[in-house]
T-cell receptor
């Protein structure tokens, strides 16, 4: 099956710990994105990558880090510097600069206590 | 940066009636406007999109209209069915979304039997 996978579906962490969320795609897409969704809110862009070994900050990058070592993988690390890390995290991908449509994974719900 | 306003936040319609959700955007350079449907606990699903060189696009019971002069676009769902109940998000972007999407805050559509 082609698509975007995110794991795990639910993640629980203690305050002060870093945590890494996984995002994998087998669509052969060049571009990948991370968004954050809070209850009753729209999605906000954290980081994006249009090509391997390159990524850009989105609107709310503070307290997050990413890497893009492989085309199919774009992991997101939520660091202890992120003040309100509890949220629903969504990964998306698109063909790239010549394509428009972004397709989303099922999301990871992170709870930090 | 871009700002997207979405109305209404909640919309309740009788099954079989039409539903209309409206969005406005702030940056006249935006050229790509997708709509997503999100069911509880899942990732958003792209249902229709429109580019700035087109005024209207239809796909079965769903249509989107774009007014570039007024900087607003709308989602129209006809003959609504129970499975249309979900949260709908509009988004806007420049460069076809390559640098990420700016989302509205969502509309909770409720289809009354």
């Amino acid at each position: 099956d082609g698509g975007i996978t995110q794991s795990p579906k639910y993640l629980f962490r203690k305050e002060g710990q870093n945590v890494t969320l996984s995002c994998e795609q087998n669509l052969n897409h060049d571009a990948m994105y991370w968004y954050r969704q809070d209850p009753g809110q729209g999605l906000r862009l954290i980081y994006y990558s249009q090509i391997v070994n390159d990524f850009q900050k989105g609107d709310i990058a503070e307290g997050y880090s990413v890497s893009r070592e492989k085309k199919e993988s774009f992991p997101l690390t939520v660091t202890s510097a992120q003040k309100n890390p509890t949220a629903f995290y969504l990964c998306a991908s698109s063909i790239g600069r010549q394509g428009y449509e972004q397709y989303f994974g099922p999301g990871t719900r992170l709870t930090v206590t | 940066g871009e700002n997207v306003e979405q109305h209404p936040s909640t919309l309740s319609v009788q099954e079989g009636d039409s539903a209309v959700i409206k969005c406005t955007y702030s940056d006249s350079a935006s050229n790509y406007f997708p709509w997503y449907k999100q069911e509880l606990g899942k990732g958003p699903q792209l249902i229709i999109d429109i580019r700035s060189n087109v005024g209207e696009k239809k796909d079965q019971r769903i249509a989107v209209t774009l007014n570039k002069t007024a900087k607003h676009f709308s989602l129209h769902i006809t003959e609504t069915q129970p499975e249309d109940s979900a949260v709908y998000f509009c988004a806007a972007s420049m460069g076809g979304g390559a640098d990420g999407l700016t989302f509205g805050k969502g509309t909770h559509l409720i289809i009354q039997p």
